[in-house]
C-alpha cells in the first residue's frame, strides 16, 4: 500500500511562511499529477495547487500568488511554499498523486495561521 508522507505544517501568524512536502516512494512518481489539497473544519476538501510531470501548474483562486507548487522527480517529492499566510489558509494539508487509475493519498498536516 502506497503512503505519501506530508511534513511541514505547524502554527504561524498571520502574513508567515510556511513550506510543506511530500515525500512518495514506491511510485513511480515522474509520471504522476501531483496536488496539494485542504479540508478546513465544515467546509469541502478544495484543490490548493497541482503540478503535472512537465512542470505545469494549476492553483486555487484564493492561492494564486501567495502559494508555489513545486516538484523534484529524483527525490520524489512535491513542495508547497507557502506565503502571505492568512486566518483563512488554516485547514489539513493532504498530498496527493494521481496517475491513470492510481489515486494515492497523504495522512495531511496541519497548518493553522493565528496569532
Known amino acids: 500500500q502506497v503512503q505519501l508522507v506530508e511534513c511541514g505544517g505547524g502554527l504561524v501568524q498571520p502574513g508567515g511562511s510556511l513550506r510543506l512536502s511530500c515525500a512518495a516512494p514506491?511510485?513511480?512518481?515522474?509520471?504522476?499529477?501531483m496536488a496539494w489539497y485542504r479540508q478546513a473544519p465544515g467546509n469541502e476538501r478544495e484543490l490548493v495547487a497541482s503540478i503535472t510531470p512537465s512542470g505545469s501548474t494549476n492553483y486555487g483562486d484564493s492561492v494564486k500568488g501567495r502559494f508555489t507548487i513545486s516538484r523534484v522527480n529524483a527525490k520524489n517529492t512535491v513542495y508547497l511554499q507557502m506565503n502571505s499566510l492568512k486566518p483563512e489558509d488554516t485547514a489539513v494539508y493532504s498530498c496527493?498523486?494521481?496517475?491513470?487509475?492510481?489515486?494515492?493519498w497523504g495522512q495531511g498536516t496541519q497548518v493553522t495561521v493565528s496569532s
Open positions: 514506491g511510485i513511480h512518481f515522474s509520471l504522476y499529477v
Open positions: 496527493n498523486g494521481k496517475y491513470l487509475g492510481y489515486d494515492y
